[in-house]
Protein backbone atom coordinates (compact mmCIF):
# COMPACT_ATOMS: atom_id res chain seq x y z
CA UNK A 1 0.00 0.00 0.00
CA UNK A 2 1.01 3.76 -0.70
CA UNK A 3 -0.29 7.32 0.58
CA UNK A 4 0.47 9.54 -1.56
CA UNK A 5 0.26 13.55 -1.32
CA UNK A 6 0.71 16.47 -3.84
CA UNK A 7 1.78 19.99 -3.48
CA UNK A 8 2.94 22.72 -5.74
CA UNK A 9 -0.45 23.82 -6.64
CA UNK A 10 -1.24 27.56 -6.70
CA UNK A 11 -2.33 30.70 -8.44
CA UNK A 12 -0.65 31.80 -11.66
CA UNK A 13 -0.81 33.76 -14.85
CA UNK A 14 -1.41 32.63 -18.44
CA UNK A 15 2.11 31.58 -19.75
CA UNK A 16 3.61 30.71 -16.15
CA UNK A 17 4.96 27.55 -14.99
CA UNK A 18 4.31 25.63 -11.42
CA UNK A 19 5.86 22.43 -10.63
CA UNK A 20 3.76 19.94 -8.61
CA UNK A 21 5.07 17.12 -6.27
CA UNK A 22 3.65 13.79 -5.51
CA UNK A 23 5.27 12.08 -2.21
CA UNK A 24 4.73 9.21 -1.28
CA UNK A 25 4.86 6.86 1.92
CA UNK A 26 5.60 2.95 1.23
CA UNK A 27 8.76 1.04 0.90
CA UNK A 28 7.14 -0.14 -2.56
CA UNK A 29 6.79 3.00 -4.31
CA UNK A 30 9.29 2.40 -6.66
CA UNK A 31 7.37 -0.82 -8.42
CA UNK A 32 4.15 1.33 -8.88
CA UNK A 33 3.34 3.24 -11.80
CA UNK A 34 2.66 6.87 -11.40
CA UNK A 35 -0.27 8.82 -13.51
CA UNK A 36 -1.31 12.62 -12.54
CA UNK A 37 -5.06 13.58 -13.70
CA UNK A 38 -7.31 16.81 -12.96
CA UNK A 39 -10.35 17.35 -12.80
CA UNK A 40 -12.95 20.20 -12.73
CA UNK A 41 -16.45 20.34 -11.32
CA UNK A 42 -18.91 17.86 -12.65
CA UNK A 43 -16.13 16.78 -14.96
CA UNK A 44 -14.54 12.86 -14.49
CA UNK A 45 -10.51 12.63 -13.94
CA UNK A 46 -9.04 13.93 -17.42
CA UNK A 47 -5.60 11.82 -17.64
CA UNK A 48 -2.31 14.07 -17.83
CA UNK A 49 0.43 12.44 -17.71
CA UNK A 50 1.92 9.19 -16.49
CA UNK A 51 5.35 7.41 -15.61
CA UNK A 52 6.14 3.98 -16.04
CA UNK A 53 8.60 1.89 -13.07
CA UNK A 54 11.96 3.34 -13.37
CA UNK A 55 10.82 6.28 -15.47
CA UNK A 56 12.12 4.75 -18.37
CA UNK A 57 8.55 5.11 -20.26
CA UNK A 58 6.49 8.45 -20.13
CA UNK A 59 2.98 8.97 -21.36
CA UNK A 60 1.24 12.44 -22.21
CA UNK A 61 -2.43 14.27 -22.97
CA UNK A 62 -2.64 15.46 -26.40
CA UNK A 63 -2.99 18.56 -24.60
CA UNK A 64 -0.09 19.16 -22.55
CA UNK A 65 2.54 17.74 -25.09
CA UNK A 66 5.48 20.06 -25.00
CA UNK A 67 4.09 22.23 -21.89
CA UNK A 68 4.43 19.61 -18.97
CA UNK A 69 7.07 16.93 -18.00
CA UNK A 70 6.59 14.29 -15.61
CA UNK A 71 9.39 12.42 -13.79
CA UNK A 72 10.04 10.58 -10.81
CA UNK A 73 13.11 10.34 -7.85
CA UNK A 74 12.28 6.73 -6.45
CA UNK A 75 15.21 7.60 -4.14
CA UNK A 76 13.17 10.72 -2.75
CA UNK A 77 9.83 8.70 -3.04
CA UNK A 78 8.45 11.21 -5.33
CA UNK A 79 7.08 12.02 -9.03
CA UNK A 80 6.55 15.70 -10.26
CA UNK A 81 4.76 17.52 -13.04
CA UNK A 82 6.97 20.38 -14.47
CA UNK A 83 3.91 22.30 -16.23
CA UNK A 84 5.10 25.64 -18.22
CA UNK A 85 3.20 27.73 -20.87
CA UNK A 86 -0.41 27.20 -18.63
CA UNK A 87 -3.29 28.11 -19.97
CA UNK A 88 -6.69 28.75 -18.55
CA UNK A 89 -7.93 25.52 -19.72
CA UNK A 90 -5.18 24.16 -17.74
CA UNK A 91 -6.81 25.15 -14.44
CA UNK A 92 -8.47 22.18 -12.28
CA UNK A 93 -7.41 20.23 -9.29
CA UNK A 94 -4.29 17.77 -9.87
CA UNK A 95 -4.20 14.54 -8.59
CA UNK A 96 -1.47 11.91 -8.60
CA UNK A 97 -2.28 7.91 -8.19
CA UNK A 98 -0.49 4.86 -8.32
CA UNK A 99 -1.19 1.58 -10.07
CA UNK A 100 0.86 -1.26 -11.29
CA UNK A 101 0.59 -1.07 -14.87
CA UNK A 102 0.92 2.51 -16.22
CA UNK A 103 -2.32 3.27 -18.08
CA UNK A 104 -4.40 6.69 -19.22
CA UNK A 105 -7.29 5.36 -17.51
CA UNK A 106 -8.24 6.18 -13.85
CA UNK A 107 -10.04 3.12 -13.08
CA UNK A 108 -7.07 1.34 -13.22
CA UNK A 109 -5.29 3.58 -10.54
CA UNK A 110 -5.51 1.80 -7.34
CA UNK A 111 -3.86 4.85 -4.94
CA UNK A 112 -5.12 8.78 -4.71
CA UNK A 113 -3.43 11.46 -3.22
CA UNK A 114 -6.19 14.53 -1.92
CA UNK A 115 -5.29 16.86 -5.08
CA UNK A 116 -4.04 20.12 -5.35
CA UNK A 117 -5.84 22.77 -7.08
CA UNK A 118 -4.12 24.98 -10.23
CA UNK A 119 -6.01 28.33 -11.01
CA UNK A 120 -4.65 29.73 -13.78
CA UNK A 121 -5.85 33.60 -14.87
CA UNK A 122 -5.59 35.88 -17.45
Known amino acids: QVQLAESGGGSVQVGGSLRLSCAAA????????VGWFRQTPGKDPEFVAAVSQNGEKTYYADSVKGRFTISRDDAKNTVFLQMNDLNVRDTAIYSC???????????????WGQGTQVTVSS
Open 26 to 33: GRTFGSYA
Open 97 to 111: AACDIVSPSSHDYRY
